[in-house]
């Protein structure tokens, strides 16, 4: 029903693979530029992966971005729960430091946790 890259982007994002689901989401989106469902989750990765490497500044516009993107898509879209991943990036940007643009990579795992979420097909 959906292309198969999108059924690996669930894996991957479940595998805390953010770079693949870059990858998996940006090649959606070239074929379709036009949905701001797909760059909302792609940007949602894009912010996790520059959290994780400790730039902060980077994830903190990402996040906001993507959170923006999805809205017009609530509560459901293409077999995804909207409402989880937008409770999601809302308390990530609540936990994501406004006071501060990059830690050094050496200090990335001083930076607050990010919650988990799981991602799901529900159709």
């Known amino acids: 029903m959906y292309p198969l890259s999108y059924y690996h982007f669930f894996i991957s994002f479940n ?13 959606l989106w070239m074929t379709d530029k ?19 490497y400790g730039n902060v500044k980077g994830a ?22 909207l409402e989880k991943v937008n ?3 809302s308390e990530c940007l609540l936990i994501i430091p406004q006071d501060l643009d990059q830690v050094p990579y050496e200090k990335k795992d001083e930076l607050p946790s990010l919650p988990s979420l799981a991602l799901y097909l529900e159709d």
Do not use: N
């Open 15 to 27: 595998e805390g693979d953010y770079y693949t689901c870059h990858d998996l989401l940006e090649d």
């Open 34 to 52: 036009e949905s701001l469902f797909l760059k909302g989750l792609l940007q949602m990765c894009v912010a996790i992966y520059h959290y994780e």
């Open 60 to 81: 903190r516009a990402m996040m906001k971005a993507g959170l923006e993107y999805i809205q017009s898509y609530r509560p459901k879209y293409w077999g995804l729960d």
């Open 87 to 89: 409770s999601f990036m």
